[in-house]
């Protein structure tokens, strides 16, 4: 039986920063061997998209969205990608981050 990749959504503003951050997420996840599917969007996307995932990343200029979306995405973790890995465009960090959220929760 196949495995299931693990499922990532990524959101920022525009989707643009969320790009280029899922890249270097896809990259350390490869080089670790994690089966990894994930997808950088717009905070404005439709939120029942979010329902085709395992955990929503929040990038910091929009964490005061995460409110609005856990009254609307309930069965998935939203967790706001911490503001160092960020800035630092560290793939690796934000994976422990969403990978911690998962599976040490």
Same mark, same amino acid.
């Given at each position: 039986?196949?495995?299931?990749?693990?499922?990532?959504?990524?959101?920022?503003?525009? @989707?643009?920063?969320?790009?280029?951050?899922?890249?270097?997420?896809?990259?350390?996840?490869?080089?670790?061997?994690?089966?990894?599917?994930?997808? $950088?969007?717009?905070?404005?996307? $439709?939120?029942?998209?979010?329902?085709?995932?395992?955990?929503?990343?929040?990038?910091?200029?929009?964490?005061?969205?995460?409110?609005?979306?856990?009254?609307?995405?309930?069965?998935?973790?939203?967790? $706001?990608?911490?503001?160092?890995?960020?800035?630092?465009?560290? @793939?690796?960090?934000?994976?422990?981050?969403?990978?911690?959220?998962?599976?040490?929760?």
């Amino acid at each position: 039986m196949k495995e299931r990749p693990l499922r990532l959504l990524i959101l920022c503003s525009l @989707g643009t920063s969320s790009f280029f951050l899922s890249r270097r997420i896809q990259a350390c996840a490869f080089e670790r061997g994690i089966l990894l599917q994930i997808e $950088p969007a717009s905070v404005s996307a $439709p939120r029942k998209k979010a329902l085709d995932y395992d955990l929503v990343l929040l990038e910091p200029h929009v964490h005061h969205f995460q409110t609005e979306l856990e009254k609307t995405i309930t069965d998935i973790p939203i967790v $706001p990608v911490d503001p160092r890995a960020f800035a630092r465009m560290d @793939g690796c960090a934000v994976l422990n981050q969403a990978l911690k959220a998962l599976y040490c929760s």
